[in-house]
C-alpha cells in the first residue's frame, strides 16, 4: 500500500530550466494538491484538484502549472525555474476534500541555482 | 476566509513533562480542524481531527485537541512527552464554504531535552 508517491526526492535546477514533479496515489481518491513549504512560512497551497480533468489555483500558483488526466496522477510542472522556488514540495491527497484528513507524500525538496 | 495562527514558533520540553501547543483559527462557520505531524525529511501525518461533537478528541501516539468555541482555539495536548515526539507540529482548518483549500498555520516546533 503506497499511498502517496512523489519523485523525485531531490532535484537541483538552473534558472530557467524546467521540469516536472511528479505525484502518484493508489488510493481512488478524488482530491489532490500541491504545496510549497518553506521556513517559518507553514504550507502554501499552489494548486489543487477535485477529480479528473478539474484543476484550480492555490494561494500560490504563479510559476507552475498542473493537469489531472487520471484519478492517479498530479504532476506540478515549473515552466522557467526560479531562485524563488527553491523548496520542499509536498503532494496531498484525500478522497473527496479539505474537510478530510490530508495524506502526504515525502516530499520533493528542490534547490534552483 | 479561514486562516490559523500558532502562536508559538518553537517549544522545548523536558521529556515526561506535559505539552500543550496552541492553534487559533479565524472562521465564521464551524470549522473542520486537524493537527499534523512532521518528522525531519518526512511528510506530514495526521494526529487528530474534529469535525462536530465531543469538543475533546483523541488521536494517535496519546494526543488530545480540546475545540472552544468562545476561545476559536483547538490547542493539542499531551500528558507526558516522549524523546519520539519531538517533531514539527501543524494545525489546519478547512470549510464547507472553501472546501478546496485547506489553511495551514505555520508551524510549532517541538523539542525535548533528556
Known amino acids: 500500500n503506497a499511498g502517496v508517491t512523489q519523485t523525485p526526492k531531490f532535484q537541483v535546477l538552473k534558472t530557467g530550466q524546467s521540469m516536472t514533479l511528479q505525484c502518484a496515489q493508489d488510493m481512488n481518491h478524488e482530491y489532490m494538491s500541491w504545496y510549497r513549504q518553506d521556513p517559518g512560512m507553514g504550507l502554501r497551497l499552489i494548486h489543487y484538484s477535485v477529480g479528473a480533468g478539474i484543476t484550480d489555483q492555490g494561494e500560490v500558483p504563479n510559476g507552475y502549472n498542473v493537469s489531472r488526466s487520471t484519478t492517479e496522477d498530479f504532476p506540478l510542472r515549473l515552466l522557467s525555474a526560479a531562485p524563488s522556488q527553491t523548496s520542499v514540495y509536498f503532494c496531498?491527497?484525500?478522497?473527496?476534500?479539505?474537510?478530510?484528513?490530508?495524506?502526504f507524500g515525502n516530499g520533493t525538496r528542490l534547490t534552483v541555482t | 476566509a479561514q486562516s490559523v495562527t500558532q502562536p508559538d514558533i518553537h517549544i522545548t520540553v523536558s521529556e515526561g513533562a506535559s505539552l500543550e501547543l496552541r492553534c487559533n483559527y479565524s472562521?465564521?462557520?464551524?470549522?473542520?480542524l486537524f493537527w499534523y505531524v512532521q518528522s525531519p525529511g518526512q511528510g506530514l501525518q495526521l494526529l487528530l481531527k474534529?469535525?462536530?461533537?465531543?469538543?475533546l478528541v483523541q488521536g494517535i501516539k496519546g494526543f488530545e485537541a480540546e475545540f472552544k468555541r468562545s476561545q476559536s482555539s483547538f490547542n493539542l495536548r499531551k500528558p507526558s512527552v516522549h524523546w519520539s515526539d519531538a517533531a514539527e507540529y501543524f494545525c489546519?482548518?478547512?470549510?464547507?464554504?472553501?472546501?478546496?483549500?485547506?489553511?495551514f498555520g505555520d508551524g510549532t516546533t517541538l523539542t525535548v531535552k533528556p
Open positions: 472562521y465564521g462557520a464551524t470549522p473542520y
Open positions: 489546519a482548518v478547512g470549510a464547507r464554504a472553501n472546501a478546496g483549500k485547506s489553511t
Open positions: 496531498a491527497s484525500s478522497y473527496s476534500g479539505t474537510l478530510e484528513p490530508l495524506h
Open positions: 474534529y469535525f462536530s461533537g465531543d469538543t
